[in-house]
């Protein structure tokens, strides 16, 4: 039976970094991707307005490419959700669990070190306290490359038990991220579409596979 997916992401370009090519191959296996970002991602500066609509338009143009059936933007502060009571974000987060009924959450991994991913994670999780006929079945967290793996070593680390192939979908997943060019930093920063191609290829030889997603599974309910 066909699945109804949610991404719950800090920023509009963690969902392409994280998940892009899971999220293709979900849509092309007949299952529906639905995105909730919780910022605008350009933080509280004054003069943002253009940057804001520059980063929506990609942000949409990625939606498309990667075929999901919605997108929503909050606007939660960029880079400061911890100023914002967690319940004002479990309560959005709630509603659009209410609405669409996911029986799969990707969101992000608690050790990041970008404290809008943190909050993020903690909102999911919150939100799907589990109870009766309740449809969440399964919570994974991804990794989102300048984020994850710069956080303060051994605390929290990201290790991932859960590999994704998505072989048939990583040329989908770099022209999502190449939406995001704007958001993307020269060579050798971490945060390049280049990184993003070889991390895939990594978590992909990892394990025998030509490229792959790794996530952590947070929870899993087998009924
Ligand atoms: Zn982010």
């Known amino acids: 039976m066909n699945k109804t997916v949610l991404v719950v992401a800090s920023h509009t370009d963690d969902e392409a970094m994280g998940?892009?090519?899971?999220?293709?191959?979900?849509?092309?296996?007949?299952?529906?991707?639905?995105?909730l970002f919780m910022t605008d991602g350009v933080g509280s500066r004054e003069i943002v307005a253009d940057e804001a609509t520059e980063r929506f338009s990609a942000a949409q143009q990625a939606a498309e490419i990667l075929g999901v059936k919605s997108s929503t933007n909050l606007s939660f502060p960029d880079n400061s959700m911890d100023a914002v009571p967690l319940l004002d974000i479990v309560k959005e987060v709630e509603s659009k669990i209410s609405e669409i009924k996911p029986e799969i959450i990707y969101t992000h991994h608690i050790g990041d070190l970008n404290?809008?991913?943190q909050v993020t994670h903690k909102?999911?999780?919150t939100a799907c306290r589990p109870q009766p006929d309740f449809s969440v079945e399964a919570i994974y967290a991804f990794e989102v490359l300048s984020s994850t793996e710069w956080q303060t070593p051994g605390l929290m680390s990201f290790i991932p038990n859960v590999f994704i192939d998505i072989t048939d979908h990583l040329a989908t997943k770099i022209?999502?991220?190449?939406?995001?060019?704007?958001?993307?930093?020269?060579?050798?920063?971490?945060?390049?579409?280049?990184?993003?191609?070889?991390?895939?290829k990594h978590r992909g030889y990892c394990v025998g596979v030509h490229a792959a997603e790794a996530f952590t599974l947070v929870r899993e309910i087998k009924k």
Do not use: Q
Not at 19 to 35: F, K, P, S, W, Y
């Open 19 to 35: 998940c892009g090519g899971t999220i293709a191959r979900h849509v092309a296996e007949g299952d529906t991707v639905h995105l």
């Open 115 to 117: 404290i809008d991913h």
């Open 123 to 125: 909102a999911v999780m």
């Open 175 to 200: 022209k999502a991220s190449e939406a995001y060019s704007e958001e993307m930093r020269a060579i050798p920063h971490s945060r390049n579409v280049s990184h993003i191609e070889l991390l895939a």
